[in-house]
């Protein structure tokens, strides 16, 4: 597995404190992108909470995800949550350890009191003692939010004293991109009231004593979900259902859960999506479909990334971006003279740059900009890698709907039947399209549309 070690540069820790204007939560921010370009320690917010006691839970929470492996639990694991201002709200997000767990408490226009929010991405320090002062909170006493340097310390900052090293494999980034394209393609399919949100999640177990028990199945009835032997029409894959445990953080909080899906194919294994909607803000969990397997292997950017035109489309699409908190692909058709197609599929790779995020709520794509080494996403994607070798190397012959490849000592035929791709290769065999396409017929993607080797998101 290929990883490198991130650097997070802090001015100080975070930390909760009490001053003249009552309890000051101050999030410390280190390195990210904001329309001024790169700064080390940017600034998005200065202002009050309306419901302080839901956000400190709702940013343990997703804490808890980054910190958290659900499969292989005795790895360690922990990354820093990425916070985005996008104007009107603040997005806070992580990706669990193992790959499997994307969360995002989204604080919205009507959670803020203060200055308006500002615009970019960036990690936010969550240490030890910041998570026991924020699980103390048991009242809404006025609670003050300052994300990023104190107005003071913006002028006086002589450089970083606190720096956390940790790794970053390049699975952990493909997942986070992984995630975004698998929730472009849910729709709702039940939403609960605050009553059968509460009843359902404390029903659901804590513990991983059902992860091997495969898939398992839930759809919308009268008093909120049941679970179903078999997915029938609606129905929502909850893959390992112990992986929604630090929703229980903000369920007394709660006012009702939205449940997101794909549409049922063939009772194959699939991401679902859970959102509980709270005072002025949501949290969002997103669950790749099995819990053993990460977001990082299920390959729905490939194709995306497969073709030149789509790196010259985002790279276009990419300077019209001004981190809007909803990104209308019409919109954007129009400033740039591109099918609402073609900047779809330019959305889909920004996305693989953690360049974009999509928000189910708003069944939209949003602006922010991960603050990592992102391009590698595509540089060191295995079936990508692979594919571009085998067009390079003239590997791929042509024959109308019909294509051949030569891999290694072997001749793999791929067929085009309804705008898809099947291959006699040995993943085709093992997944039939179901995890992406296989490295032959992104080969024969490349070929047919005349793309070159080199290529990437810049």
Known sequence: MTRSVQALAYARPSALESSQVGAVLGLETAGGLTPRGAEAHPRFFAGFLSAPRVAARGLLAVADVAAARYYQRALPASLDPVVTGNGDRLRFESFSGCCGVYARLDVLQEGLDGERTG???????????????????????????????????????????????????????????????ASAGFDLRAELTAAQAVAFLRSLPRGSGNAARGAQWVVASGSGLRPTTRPVPGAVCLPGPERLVALQRVLRHATALRVYGPPVADGAAAASAWEVVLPGMR????????????????????????????????????????????????????????????????????????????????????????????????RHNPRLVAARELAGAGAVTLDGTLASVSSGDRRYQVRESDGALTCTCQWWADYRGKRGPCKHALAVTMVRRGATVAGGVR
């Open 119 to 181: 615009h970019g991405t960036t990690n936010v320090d969550v240490n030890n003692p910041l998570r026991d002062a924020l699980s103390r909170i048991t009242a809404d006493d006025p609670l003050h939010l300052r994300v990023g340097p104190d107005e003071l310390a913006v002028t006086t900052l002589d450089g970083p004293v606190v720096e956390k090293k940790v790794p970053l494999p390049d699975r952990w980034l493909r997942g986070f991109a992984e995630a975004q394209v």
């Open 283 to 378: 949290l969002t969990l997103t669950l790749s479909p099995d819990s053993s397997r990460g977001f990082s292997g299920e390959g729905g950017v490939l194709e995306a990334l497969a073709t030149d035109d789509a790196a010259a489309d985002a790279e276009l699409v990419s300077v019209l971006l001004a981190w809007e908190p909803r990104i209308e692909p019409a919109s954007l058709a129009e400033q740039s003279g591109l099918s609402t197609e073609r900047v779809r599929a330019a959305l889909t790779r920004l996305g693989t740059a953690g360049r974009v995020g999509y928000d189910l709520a708003d069944a939209a794509y949003f602006h922010r900009e991960l603050p990592y080494d992102a391009d590698r996403v595509e």
